[in-house]
């Protein structure tokens, strides 16, 4: 069963800074690629970054590109979100989730195409 682990959240002032983790099994971390998406209330889970299992690949939203940047630890089988520049339209909860049927890409964008997502953690930005 596939089963990823978000951490990282928390309450930061607009322009900082987070970095989030989403750590999975040796087995998953290896076979797939992974992506983030995020989800404010009342509004549909959102796209906002991917990257390959080898790491040579990543994809942005537009609305995060520049500003945000996904990497992963083969050491610590954690994927990486590094979040700058926050703003408050940021805010929301962040998920992680494996893409297993396309881990050498092309990198997926819709939630559909992932599986084993984990709880997720609560980003908040003020402004």
């Known amino acids: 069963q596939v089963q990823l682990v978000e951490s990282g959240g928390g309450l930061v002032q607009a322009g900082g800074s987070l970095r989030l983790s989403c750590a999975a099994s040796?087995?998953?971390?290896?076979?797939?690629?992974v992506g983030w998406f995020r989800q404010a209330p009342g509004k549909e889970r959102q796209f906002a970054a991917a990257?390959?299992?080898?790491?040579?690949?990543?994809y942005y939203a537009d609305s995060v590109a520049g500003r945000f940047t996904i990497s992963r630890d083969y050491a610590k089988n954690t994927v990486y979100l590094q979040m700058n520049s926050l703003k408050p339209e940021d805010t929301a909860v962040y998920y992680c989730?494996?893409?297993?049927?396309?881990?050498?890409?092309?990198?997926?964008?819709?939630?559909?195409?992932?599986?084993?997502w984990g709880q997720g953690t609560q980003v908040t930005v003020s402004s």
């Open positions: 040796a087995r998953t971390f290896r076979t797939a690629a």
């Open positions: 989730a494996a893409d297993r049927l396309h881990p050498y890409g092309p990198l997926q964008t819709t939630h559909t195409a992932y599986d084993g």
């Open positions: 990257i390959t299992w080898s790491g040579d690949n990543t």
